[in-house]
């Protein structure tokens, strides 16, 4: 069993960083893959980065790549995303998932591969 606690969320201007954090509760992060995903206003939960077991490989979404890193200790047993350039269009509800599947090399982009979520955390970007 695997649990995740997503922290970090807030208000912030755009423009501005934000650093989003994901606290595992497993006895070690052996072959588990861990992926943020957000859920704008109205919208369908979507992917946003993802992380190998291993931290050899990553994936982002389009709208992450250049702005926002993924980054895993698996000694503290934390996952962060970091958030750069904020833009009132990054607005949503962060998740952070786990899929112990094993997966190699690359993690999943697909919300239906992560077997275990977090509660999320409220990210608000104002203009």
């Known amino acids: 069993q695997v649990q995740l606690q997503a922290s970090g969320g807030g208000l912030v201007q755009a423009g501005g960083p934000l650093r989003l954090s994901c606290a595992v509760s497993?006895?070690?992060?052996?072959?588990?893959?861990v992926g943020w995903f957000r859920e704008p206003p109205g919208r369908d939960r979507e992917f946003v980065a993802a992380?190998?077991?291993?931290?050899?490989?990553?994936q982002y979404a389009g709208f992450a790549k250049g702005r926002f890193a993924i980054s895993r200790d698996n000694a503290q047993k934390t996952v962060s995303l970091q958030m750069n350039s904020l833009i009132p269009e990054d607005t949503a509800v962060y998740y952070c998932?786990?899929?112990?599947?094993?997966?190699?090399?690359?993690?999943?982009?697909?919300?239906?591969?992560?077997?275990?979520w977090g509660q999320g955390t409220q990210v608000t970007v104002s203009s």
């Open positions: 998932a786990a899929d112990d599947s094993g997966r190699f090399p690359y993690p999943s982009a697909s919300k239906y591969s992560y077997q275990y």
């Open positions: 992380i190998s077991w291993s931290a050899d490989s990553t």
């Open positions: 497993r006895r070690t992060l052996d072959f588990l893959s």
